[in-house]
């Protein structure tokens, strides 16, 4: 398969992939295009499938971040995975490029982070690869999880009059990023805050399993290259339009600190920033209040209404100040020249 890796896109990608991809009809559910393959499970349960690849230099350096917290970060954002798919995340394998100055004290330091965010989750680490590579280290991880047959959640659900509900707060990974590649005098607080936020994101695990137990959300995807590359997926995987309302998102007080340390506009944190592994959820009207209410009870995590789903003819928009504006597609995009 030739790529064109210099103006091809996630989803460009994942539409070639899915035309060359081969399958075995009686065991995929779902295969490429989604959070998670979703594979005939035992029992009454689906079996869940995702990885993720980790290289340094561009999802992590070396000179911002410790080998715990890369190891941390490697699993939670597979967990994430697992948990947009309203899914319970069980094993992972672990496939290491390791430079070969890179000492066993490192490796034994990267392990004690992914089993440390993997024991929250109830993750066991059942095997993997390591092989050298010359240039760049780089982790791959390898997730399964299941869900309930009537449980799993796709990206292609959302319907016209759905509600789009957001977990958590937005833009503060993204702004914990500018503080470390960028260092200035900030409140130890908001270094604390935004720091944590871009090195140990909490996956949704628990809140999502509360939304599903709640009834009403009919599609999900995790936030990892930002709020509006989600959006342009959801509406793009369900055939919809979005409507976004600019005051209604979350943003933590402390990401507003940073914002305007650093003369940014915390509004394309929140949008644009990524890698926040909160989850996007479109959800039945008549349901929204439950689902918060029982997402509030199992882990006080807020969830917000930050917008609708509408018709497709109507496109994808954002209300701020009163006006509706077109909102234009960004985010994070491994095939861009940065």
Known sequence: MNLDLKTIGEFGLIERLKQEAIVVPDRVVMGIGDDAAVLKGEGGYLTLASTDMLVEDIHFTLATATAREIGYKTMAVNVSDIAAMGGIPEQALISLGLRPEQTVAFVDELYAGLRECGRLFGVNIIGGDT???????????????????????????????????????????????????????????ALTFARRRHFRPTPRVAEIRAAVAAGGITAADDISDGLVAEIYTIARAS?????????ALPIDPATRELAALYQKDPLDYALYGGEDFELLLSCRPERVTAVQKA?????????????????AAEGIAIVRAGKKLPLHPGGYNHFQRQ
């Open 131 to 189: 092989v050298s590579s010359p240039r760049a280290m780089v982790i791959n991880l390898a997730i399964l999880g299941r869900v309930e047959e009537d449980a799993c959640l796709y990206r292609s659900g959302a319907r016209p009059g759905d509600i789009l509900l957001v977990t958590g707060n937005l833009g503060a990974a993204a702004a914990g990023l500018d503080t470390l590649l960028d260092p200035r005098p900030a409140t130890a607080a």
């Open 239 to 247: 055939g919809v339009g979005i409507i976004l309302e600019a005051a």
């Open 295 to 311: 997402v509030a009870a199992c882990c006080t995590t807020p969830v917000t209404r930050i917008g609708s789903v509408v018709p």
